[in-house]
């Protein structure tokens, strides 16, 4: 129904910035469901990072990056983004783009996932 690309991973130094980007396709037309970000560490869960509602309108964002990062959507490139500024050691992880069934984010589990994007910040 609906792919996941991610790219924009890679290797950054404590304090510095970098942005992923999802692109989607698939039967399902982009503006029908929402999308975020999780991310996964080592020997840690998969955890929520942010979400954006089918229009971009109605984001949330994890308290742990909540003034450092923001997501965002281009309806018309099928592309959603997330910008990661003042980037700290312990936001090293796999980033997976996610799209959920519904337009807004509920906190409901993704429907589906990207296959992820490595994301590390040396200090």
């Known amino acids: 129904q609906v792919q996941l690309t991610e790219s924009g991973g890679g290797l950054v130094q404590a304090g510095g910035s970098l942005r992923l980007s999802c692109a989607a396709s698939g039967r399902r037309a982009f503006n029908t469901y929402a999308t975020g970000w999780y991310r996964q560490s080592p020997g840690k869960e998969r955890e929520f990072v942010a979400a954006a509602s089918w229009s971009g309108i109605t984001v949330t964002v994890a308290d742990s990056v909540e003034g450092r990062f923001t997501i965002s959507r281009d309806n018309a490139k099928n592309t959603v983004r997330l910008q990661m500024n003042s980037l700290r050691p312990e936001d090293t992880a796999v980033y997976y783009c996610?799209?959920?069934?519904?337009?807004?984010?509920?906190?409901?589990?993704?429907?589906?996932w990207g296959q992820g994007t490595q994301v590390t910040v040396s200090s």
């Open positions: 996610a799209a959920f069934e519904d337009r807004f984010y509920s906190g409901a589990s993704p429907a589906y």
